[in-house]
């Protein structure tokens, strides 16, 4: 059987991190970037970080943070994961994997088929690649889905994800259409930006393992 990779991200409390691992997540999320609502100061990521440590992967997420700011994130979290979700370039990801020896995903919005075609140029930069909607007044975190058919038949040069307006009651449907490796879900499973809620994190993980025991 195979089994998709969860994350679930912008969590900004101990009650969130322990309902996602107890829902089986591989993965939480932590919004490091001031016009988010689910924005953490580093002190307060750190301090969750460390709460879920052992248990849940961490993937701290950035978003055009330049090299002083990044670094000193890396510092103070120790995430095992750095989320680019900007419009970072190759060469930088590249520059931050080699002097942090951390695991590197970059997110990219997707339009149509000539951007997808454009992700090759992250090989050899990134670990993996978060296939989301293209950026509104926010680069991610919209709950906005785009077109999963263009996924349908890419040739992947690079592990990945699926991001964008996922929740409970679409993301059987989203694997159905990308067979996605991974699903990443922040709005889809909150009552209000940046709340979180147990019951729909819980039926998003629930969805997942169904789709995945259906084979
Ligand atoms: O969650 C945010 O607030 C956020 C802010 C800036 C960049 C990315 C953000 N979240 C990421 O966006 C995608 C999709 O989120 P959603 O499920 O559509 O709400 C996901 O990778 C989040 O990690």
Known sequence: MTKTQIKICGLSTEAAIDAAIDAGADYIGLVHFPKSPRHVSLER?????????????TVLLLVNADPKS?????????????????SETPDWLKLVADNSGLEIWKALGVKDKPTLAKSARYVGAADRLLFDAPA?????????????????????????GLAGGLDPDN?????????????????????????????????????????????
């Open 45 to 57: 990521a750190a301090e969750l970080r460390t709460y879920a440590a052992q248990r849940v992967k």
């Open 70 to 86: 990044t670094g000193k994130a890396i510092g103070d979290v120790k995430p095992d994961v750095i989320q680019f979700h900007g």
């Open 136 to 160: 509104k007044a926010l680069p991610g975190g919209t709950g906005t889905s785009f077109d999963w058919s263009l996924l349908a038949d890419h040739d992947h040069k690079l592990d990945w």
């Open 171 to 215: 993301v059987a449907d989203a694997l159905h259409a990308t067979h996605a490796p991974l699903v990443d879900v922040s709005s889809g499973v909150e009552s209000a930006p940046g709340v979180k809620q147990v019951d729909r994190i819980a039926a998003f993980c629930q969805a997942v393992r169904e789709f995945d025991e259906a084979g």
